[in-house]
């Protein structure tokens, strides 16, 4: 890998690692609907211009069986596994919420056995029960550190499940759509239909956005979800999807230091055996186990 795709990783991987941390602090004065709507409207907007590039690269030209797909798209990632990340976020601490959501690949696996042929493997099931366990090893149901909930990590699995579902049926027309326009049209869209439920529930859009957290929010909206997702789908443009998931591969190391620098929270052993054990699946899921071949 060059420069420029070293570049775009460690972005990702930064900007990814401080997400639970920030939203933590956030989700202090903002309700969880409303961060969430704000969120991935602003990433969404962000990604416009790139994305109108890339859709004129490739001619892209959506029909309407594309835009209800993205509507669903959206409506699954936002309305349903970010809300619920978000919730989770304000219910457990900020070190597990970012173990578990990292756990979603384990999910994908599951779902794209079923929803694009991609084979259930030995392998595979070595990785799912080794995170499984990991975990329940970081999330120590049976003595939950201070902070942790269990209603905050049901809805951390929930997310985790769902955006493994999100992530899967992603890759059903990535390949016509592309990358980032079909991110930003589903974080566009998605942020559209979640103004149904916030009306219904008469949740603030912009009210308790104010000089204390405007920061915060445009760190979230902008450098967060906007650059995050942007170099993350760069760094897949440049160096392949396995190079590039590398981002999510160093997330679980560094979000908990950080979650322990900057609020605190302490960083015990089962967490540091889950996340070891989350690794060492994530390995064994990475390695293809292919011998070079002789000339």
């Given at each position: 890998?060059?420069?420029?795709?070293?570049?775009?990783?460690?972005?990702?991987?930064?900007?990814?690692?401080?997400?639970?941390?920030?939203?933590?602090?956030?989700?202090?004065?903002?309700?969880?609907?409303?961060?969430?709507?704000?969120?991935?409207?602003?990433?969404?907007?962000?990604?416009?211009?790139?994305?109108?590039?890339?859709?004129?690269?490739?001619?892209v030209k959506l029909t309407r069986g594309d835009w209800l797909y993205l509507t669903g798209l959206?409506?699954?990632?936002?309305?349903?596994?970010?809300?619920?990340?978000?919730?989770?976020?304000?219910h457990t601490n900020a070190n597990l919420a970012s173990v578990i959501i990292c756990s979603n690949p384990i999910f994908v696996m599951i779902?794209?056995?079923?929803?694009?042929?991609?084979?259930?493997?030995?392998?595979k099931a070595l990785v799912l029960g080794i995170s499984v366990l990991g975990l329940i090893v970081a999330a120590n149901p049976f003595g939950l550190?201070?902070?942790?909930?269990?209603?905050?990590?049901?809805?951390?699995?929930?997310?985790?499940?769902?955006?493994?579902?999100?992530?899967?049926?992603?890759k059903l027309r990535i390949a016509k759509i592309g990358?980032?326009?079909?991110?930003?049209?589903?974080?566009i869209l998605g942020s559209i239909v979640m103004l149904i439920p916030m009306g219904i529930l008469h949740k603030p859009?912009?009210?308790?956005?104010?000089?204390?957290?405007?920061?915060?929010?445009?760190?979230?909206?902008?450098?967060v979800t906007g650059v995050g997702y942007l170099c993350y789908f760069l760094a897949i443009d440049s160096c392949g999807p396995a190079n590039a998931s590398i981002a999510f591969f160093v997330k679980p190391m560094f979000a908990p230091?950080?979650?322990?620098?900057?609020?605190?929270?302490?960083?015990?052993?089962?967490m540091i055996l889950g996340i070891a054990m989350l690794l060492i699946g994530s390995l064994i899921n990475m390695w293809t186990g292919r011998k070079p071949q002789r000339p």
């Open positions: 890998m060059g420069k420029k795709e070293i570049f775009y990783i460690v972005v990702t991987a930064l900007l990814f690692s401080t997400m639970e941390v920030v939203l933590k602090i956030a989700g202090q004065e903002l309700d969880a609907y409303q961060l969430t709507f704000i969120r991935f409207a602003i990433g969404g907007i962000f990604l416009i211009p790139f994305a109108v590039k890339e859709m004129k690269k490739r001619a959206g409506t699954l990632c936002i309305c349903i596994s970010m809300l619920a990340f978000q919730i989770g976020i304000d779902f794209a056995h079923f929803m694009v042929n991609d084979r259930f493997t030995k392998r550190a201070a902070g942790n909930t269990p209603f905050g990590i049901l809805c951390m699995v929930i997310a985790s499940v769902t955006f493994g579902l999100y992530t899967t049926a992603g990358g980032i326009p079909q991110t930003c049209l589903s974080f859009i912009i009210a308790g956005i104010g000089m204390s957290n405007i920061l915060v929010v445009l760190y979230i909206g902008v450098l230091i950080i979650a322990l620098l900057v609020l605190h929270e302490s960083l015990t052993w089962n």
